[in-house]
Every structure is written in structure tokens, then in C-alpha cells.
């Protein structure tokens, strides 16, 4: 009988920090901590908790428990946990239909199913349970991009890092100021990349006069600051100014 | 009709390249690279001297037009934010400080005079005939020798409206959210690309009954509601907890890559700290959007200019979905709490009793309709005394939401599970619990070294902060520590931990194992021992 909460063995677990550690992955994947499961680490991003989940943890899981009997109950565990590993994946997936709803019920299905045989005494979850309302809203919505909270934690992040020096005390002084710093930022991000070709419009008097030559390699240290998109657009317009 | 032509001015027109230049790099130090105002009136002010002494070298006398452009430098680096128009429109609302309350009053302003005025104490009343709040809404505050009356509890909201007038003029964003109803005018693909693809926006009927697009020269745009309440002194496990809201809209009709830009993303406000609004307090803040929400569903709004409309454009807007994690969402959309036994507001699954095998959150109920929730919310409404709203939230488990207002909000189709917050954090993190692997620090439980049993006798003796102690004293030895004690280090650092507990509980513990005074560190009293005395024989005792 498997204990919840007690089934990877110490050695097992070892074997999947090892694993973490020697795979080679894409530059591009989010890195997990090579330490997994000790408190040093902190907490992890939800990022990080997808690709520990979707990435390492069934590469490890079925080099150990893949070849046990049918009837060992790691190995029932083991199929459980590619059920919602596999749910995961079809509902995170960049493109939804009425077919990848019904894969990613079933799947989860499965996997409280699984759960529930395999612990009699589990508790479930609030989130457990809307977790099987998720396939409806694939249908609703579309596929998750458009409706996950991903961008506004973004918004968090940016918010929080809005240097500050408020006391504690303060907290409803500090997040309005908190919200006019940022409004402001974004708004002259907007005005000043979007519009900067306005701000030295050509039609200006002053456009006759010509830079001297030695001026041509003036440096914008500010246009690498902002977005290379933006960056661009804002040199293109400086550059059509002053050297037409 | 919203003016927008301050949109459509240049910047700073026919002004000295010099002094555009000037402006442009004042006005980037300070929002992008985060200078201080005082770092950027320095920064002017260097400037200025920098272009005196080189026009110096041309001549000992300055030109009239040199002149001119000298004096042009300001002095102070807010001229320099209003020549770029950085302002955005808010209003700053008076919040009722009452933790329990949160109403909030607008400001009014005397003819002529931008000084805001409040009223002094909050007159909200909950129910009909209920007291008034009557908690103090402002505190004096000089400015200039001038007293001013600010609000105790400010919060900032921002005008929608000229959010949206932003964004419109911008050119090829207006043109780019028009093209984006083309995937529901045509048949339903097999496959969902984007959120236009879904059930909800190709079949979402505008208030002619025709589908929302369809609405002529007018502007017809969809947008998507976030709430989070987030901790603004990071996110470390030991740190202090606040908890500030953060309230933003997105406008679905941007393709996906533009439309979670920060500065494409409204940031209609920050519900202030230092704890979340309780229950339906929240509604408060709402209130504030949803007017605006409301006048461009039912009337429209006409912006006097926008980037393809010359001549001005009636806009009409649409929230159609709310995205935010379990817990936020319960609080806007006014569905009874997290533990409560109808807390699933999709479908009709009551949490039964305790039994693995039934367990009703492993299978779904009977779908709820948005209609019912809306008679539910109704009722709640209607409630005259707080215990009345008790047994309804108990019979439902629906309170009221200002969203109920909108007359197209679904609340059991437009409030999303968050996959992020159910699936990534939700659902993995709890499989990884399961397996045994774990990540909080308190749930770690090492096999103890030895156990340690004391009497309940002893127990009932002391009072609730000594058995604390004892149950610390206990956690404490049961870990490995033989080791650690062997050298001076790990034994003194025992020995103040210990002695930090409580009196009586090194003392019962010292007696219901009949302990004995250690030999090498003798007490001066040894009728009253004191606690080093205590700790000495009990840290003898567990390291042999």
C-alpha cells in the first residue's frame, strides 16, 4: 500500500535530481532548480512547475517505475500521473477544439480516478474539482493564451520592482503612487517611442540647419533602453531629421 | 462626445531641436531609467550651463535667439512632462478606512478651484435603517502654508474611457481591432486559434440582438477583466504580508502578441492595502468601472476623433470574461468562499462529508445557469439584516457582484478557471506533494531520534504559553542533535535556545524524568534552581 505523501524513496529522489541535472534541454526551457524538494531553493514559478511537471518528472518516473508488474501500484501511480501530465499538455496547448476538450476531460478523469483508488483517505481539492470545468472552457474560450493570468502576473512583477522607500505603514499612499509611477512609465513609453518621428517633425524651421560631420556618430544611449522594435522607429525617425 | 485631439498634436511643435532634445532626455531619465525629480532638475540645470559655455566660445556676447533658447530650459522637470501629454485622466476616490466598509466618495471641486473636497465621516449605511459607518474619511495636510483636507485612505481610478480614446489613436491599432471579428463571420474551424474561435464571442448578441460585431460604423470591442492580490513587499516565504489588489482590462480584439504589452494593458486601479476588502466590499471598487461599462453598452461612447475616423466614432464595449485565480475569483464574482459547501459556482456539487470513495469533487454536478445565480445574487440583495444574507449565502452560496449589473454577464459561463493557477500551481504541485516530494520547510518531518512522551497530568498544569514551550522543548530534542553537541558551538547555541522557554516547562519536563543536576555545572542554589540549571541537565541528559 502506498503512503501519500511518502512514495518517491530517498533514492528515487536523488535519481530525479540527477536527471534534472543531466538533461539536455533547450535554451529556451525554464531552468528548475537542480536541488528539487529542498526548502533553499524557494518557491517555485508556475513556469518552472510545468516544465518540472511535463518535462522531467515523466522522463524519470518511467526510467524507474516503467518496467514493474501491472499489478505493482507504483506502476498504477505511474499511469495516473501521465494522465494528468498528458491533461496538462492538451489544455496548455496553443491551439483548442471540441476533440482536444474531451481528450483533456478524459484524461483528467482518469487521473482523479486513479487518485482515488490508489488513496482511499486523499481529501480532494477545490482545484481539483474545477480542474474538470477547465474543459469547458476550452471550448468557451478558445485555447488558455488568451484567458490564463500569465501577462498579469507580469503586471505584478513590474509593480513590485517600482523602486519605493514608503514605510509599512503606508500602504494605501504607497500603491497609489505605485499605480501613477507605473501609469506614467507606460504612458511615455507609448508617447515617446510611438510618437518620437512627431516630436522632430521635418516641417519644423530648424530642419535646414545641418549637423556638422563629426555629429553623425552621435550615440542614442536611450534607444537601447526601450524595445528594438520601437528602437528602431524612434532612431529611423531622429536619423530622417537631422540628416534628411 | 470625448475630445481626443490632444492625441493628434505633435510634440512640442516648432520648439528648438535643442530644447526637443533637452526635454526628450529629461523626460527618459526620469520614467525609464527612475531618476529622482531632484536628480532631474540637476540634470536640467547642468545642461543648461553645458549650452551657455559652448555658445561662449562663438563670442563673449550671446544672441538674442541664444538668449531665447537659454531661458527655454526649464528649471523644473514637471514642464517637461506635460509638453509630452504624460498625464493620463484619473480621479482619486476617498476610501472609507473602516476595514469592514470600503465605500468610496467622489471628489467634488468649488467653481474654479482644483483643491478635491470629501466629506468629512463616511455615511454609508449596509442596510436600510442599519447606523451609519461614520468612521473619518480625511486628515489635514499642509501644503504652502495652506491646510488641505486629503483623504485618510486615497484610491486612484482611472478613466476607461480615456484609455480606450488612447488606444484608438493610435494608428493601425484601430484598423487591427476591427479585423479581428473576421474569424466569427466566418463558418467554426476545427481547430480554436484564438479567443474569437471560442463558443462564447461567436455567439455573444450585442443589445440589437444581432451579434456584437455587427454593429456598422461603430466601434465594437471585447475585453477580459483581471483581479490579483499581490504582496508589494515580494514574495519571500518569511516576509511581512500585505496584500494590495491590482484590477487591469485587456482588449481581447488586439492579436495576442500586441495585446499583453504593458502600455496596451489598462490599469484601471489599485485596490489599497494593507488587507484584501472583505466579502462583498469589493463591490466598492467595482462600482466605479462598471458605470463606465455600463454607458458604453447601452449608449455607446462617441471619441471626437480617432486614428481612421476623421469626423469622430461611436464605441460600444463588452467585458466578456473575468481571469483570475480561485480565490480572487470568488470575491468578484460574489460566490460564497473557498471552504464553503457550495463553493463550486459552475455546477450544483456540495462537499459531502469526509469519505474518499464519494468524494463529489472528483465528479461533476448539475450545471447552474447564469439566471439562477442572478435570482440567488437577488436575493442577497435584498436581504434587510446581516443575518439574513448569512442563511442565504448558506442556502446558495451567492452573494451579490457589481458585475450582475451588466446586462450580458453570464456568471456561470464568463468567470474562467485559471490554468495557471489550477493546473501548474494547482494540480502539479499537489501531485508532487502526493509523490513525497516537498517543498515547504514546516511539513518536513525527519525521522525523530527518539521520542519523548510526557504525562497529560503535567500538562493541564500550565497555561496555553508554557505548553508551547513544552511542545517546543519536545520538536526540539527529537531531532538529531547528539552530533551538534559534542562541540562548545552546537552545545551553547542549544543552551540559549532553551533558555528562551518558559520557566514551568523546563521544570515539568526536568521532573517527569526525574532528571538530576549535572555534576560539572553545580548550582548556586540548589533548593531554586533557575533555568540554566534546568537546561544543563536536560541537554546532559539527551546527549548520552
Given amino acids: ?244 | 462626445m470625448l475630445p481626443l485631439d490632444h492625441h493628434f498634436k505633435p510634440i512640442l511643435e516648432n520648439v528648438d531641436p535643442v530644447l526637443q532634445v533637452t526635454f526628450f532626455l529629461v523626460v527618459t531619465c526620469q520614467v525609464l531609467l527612475g531618476v529622482s525629480r531632484r536628480g532631474c532638475s540637476f540634470l536640467l540645470q547642468m545642461v543648461q550651463y553645458v549650452i551657455h559655455l559652448t555658445l561662449l566660445r562663438l563670442g563673449p556676447n550671446l544672441s538674442q535667439g541664444d538668449e531665447k533658447l537659454l531661458s527655454g530650459i526649464p528649471t523644473d522637470p514637471r514642464t517637461t512632462e506635460k509638453a509630452f501629454y504624460l498625464e493620463d485622466k484619473k480621479t482619486i476616490f476617498a476610501v472609507c478606512p473602516n476595514p469592514d466598509c470600503h465605500f468610496n466618495y467622489k471628489p467634488t471641486f468649488h467653481e474654479g478651484s482644483p483643491i478635491p473636497h470629501y466629506p468629512t465621516t463616511c455615511s454609508h449605511r449596509e442596510f436600510q435603517g442599519s447606523p451609519k459607518c461614520g468612521t473619518p474619511l480625511i486628515k489635514p495636510r499642509r501644503v504652502n502654508g495652506h491646510i488641505i483636507h486629503a483623504p485618510i485612505k486615497p484610491f486612484v481610478a482611472f478613466s476607461f474611457k480615456h484609455w480606450l480614446g488612447g488606444i484608438l489613436a493610435r494608428s493601425e491599432f484601430e484598423k487591427t481591432m476591427d479585423k479581428s471579428w473576421m474569424p466569427c463571420k466566418e463558418r467554426p474551424a476545427p481547430e480554436m486559434k484564438d479567443i474569437f474561435d471560442g463558443e462564447v464571442l461567436r455567439n455573444f448578441k450585442g443589445l440589437d440582438g444581432q451579434h456584437f460585431s455587427a454593429g456598422g460604423e461603430e466601434g465594437r470591442y471585447v475585453f477580459s477583466l483581471c483581479l490579483d492580490y499581490f504582496n508589494p513587499l515580494g514574495n519571500k516565504q518569511a516576509g511581512k504580508k500585505k496584500s494590495i489588489g491590482l484590477i487591469s482590462m485587456v482588449c481581447l480584439n488586439l492579436p495576442p502578441e500586441m495585446r499583453y504589452k504593458p502600455e496596451n494593458m489598462f490599469l484601471f486601479g489599485i485596490i489599497p492595502g494593507p488587507n484584501e476588502p472583505p466579502l462583498a466590499c469589493f463591490n466598492h471598487y467595482l462600482h466605479i468601472l462598471i458605470e463606465e461599462l455600463l454607458e458604453f453598452w447601452y449608449s455607446g461612447v462617441r471619441f471626437s476623433r480617432t486614428s481612421t475616423c476623421y469626423y469622430g466614432r461611436v464605441v460600444r464595449c463588452a467585458l466578456v470574461c473575468v481571469v483570475s485565480d480561485l480565490l480572487a475569483a470568488r470575491k468578484v464574482n460574489g460566490f460564497a468562499a473557498i471552504g464553503h459547501k457550495q463553493m463550486c459556482a459552475i455546477c450544483h456539487c456540495t462537499r459531502q462529508q469526509q469519505d474518499g470513495l464519494n468524494d463529489s469533487f472528483a465528479s461533476l454536478g448539475e450545471r447552474r445557469t447564469g439566471e439562477e445565480i442572478r435570482k440567488s445574487a437577488q436575493l442577497y440583495l435584498d436581504a434587510e439584516n446581516e443575518k439574513e444574507r448569512k442563511e442565504i449565502v448558506t442556502t446558495t452560496g451567492i452573494r451579490w457582484s457589481e458585475l450582475y449589473r451588466l446586462p450580458y454577464f453570464d456568471p456561470s459561463r464568463m468567470v474562467v478557471v485559471d490554468c495557471m493557477h489550477n493546473l501548474f500551481l494547482g494540480l502539479i504541485k499537489e501531485h508532487f506533494e502526493i509523490l513525497g516530494i516537498r517543498m515547504d520547510n514546516k511539513k518536513c518531518n525527519e525521522t525523530p531520534a527518539l521520542s519523548i512522551n510526557i504525562s497529560m497530568d503535567g500538562m493541564s498544569e500550565l497555561n496555553k504559553n508554557e505548553r508551547k514551550s513544552v511542545d517546543k522543548l519536545i520538536e526540539t530534542l527529537e531531532s538529531p542533535l547528539n552530533k551538534e553537541l559534542e562541540s562548545q558551538d552546537g552545545y551553547d547555541m542549544y543552551l540559549k535556545r532553551l533558555e528562551k522557554l518558559h520557566k514551568q516547562a523546563l521544570k515539568l519536563f526536568f521532573e517527569s524524568f526525574k532528571l538530576k543536576v549535572n555534576p560539572t555545572y553545580t548550582p548556586i542554589n540548589e533548593k531554586n534552581l533557575n533555568k540554566a540549571d534546568f537546561v544543563h541537565s536536560i541537554l546532559t541528559w539527551v546527549s548520552c
Avoid at chain 1, 89 to 112: G, N
Avoid at chain 1, 202 to 225: G, H, M, N, V
Wanted: overall charge neutral; charged content about 20%; proline content about 6%.
Fill in chain 1, 1 to 244: 500500500m502506498l503512503k501519500q505523501g511518502a512514495v518517491l524513496t530517498p533514492d528515487e529522489m536523488s535519481e530525479l535530481r540527477s536527471d534534472i541535472e543531466h538533461m539536455y534541454t533547450p535554451s529556451w526551457l525554464t531552468s528548475v532548480p537542480t536541488n528539487l524538494g529542498e526548502p533553499s531553493h524557494g518557491k517555485l514559478k508556475a513556469d518552472q512547475w510545468r516544465t518540472v511537471g511535463t518535462t522531467y518528472l515523466p522522463v524519470s518516473l518511467i526510467r524507474l517505475w516503467g518496467r514493474l508488474e501491472d499489478d505493482d501500484q507504483r506502476k498504477k501511480l505511474l499511469a495516473a500521473t501521465l494522465s494528468l501530465i498528458s491533461a496538462v499538455i492538451v489544455a496548455s496547448s496553443w491551439t483548442a477544439s471540441q476533440e482536444k476538450a474531451d481528450l483533456y476531460l478524459h484524461h483528467m478523469q482518469t487521473y482523479l480516478n486513479g487518485l482515488r483508488e490508489l488513496f482511499p483517505q486523499y481529501r480532494f481539492l477545490p482545484n481539483q474539482h474545477m480542474a474538470l470545468h477547465l474543459a469547458e472552457y476550452l471550448r468557451f474560450y478558445g485555447p488558455v493564451h488568451s484567458w490564463w493570468t500569465f501577462p498579469f502576473e507580469r503586471l505584478i512583477g513590474m509593480l513590485q520592482r517600482i523602486p519605493n522607500n514608503f514605510q509599512d505603514g503606508e500602504f494605501h499612499l504607497h500603491s497609489s503612487l505605485i499605480i501613477m509611477t507605473f501609469i506614467f512609465s507606460r504612458a511615455a513609453r507609448r508617447n515617446s517611442f510611438y510618437h518620437l518621428h512627431e516630436v522632430c517633425q521635418p516641417s519644423s524651421s530648424y530642419a535646414k540647419r545641418r549637423l556638422p560631420a563629426s555629429d553623425q556618430e552621435l550615440q542614442w544611449p536611450f534607444l537601447q533602453i526601450c524595445r528594438p522594435s520601437s528602437a528602431q522607429h524612434a532612431y529611423h525617425g531622429y536619423c530622417s531629421f537631422f540628416f534628411p
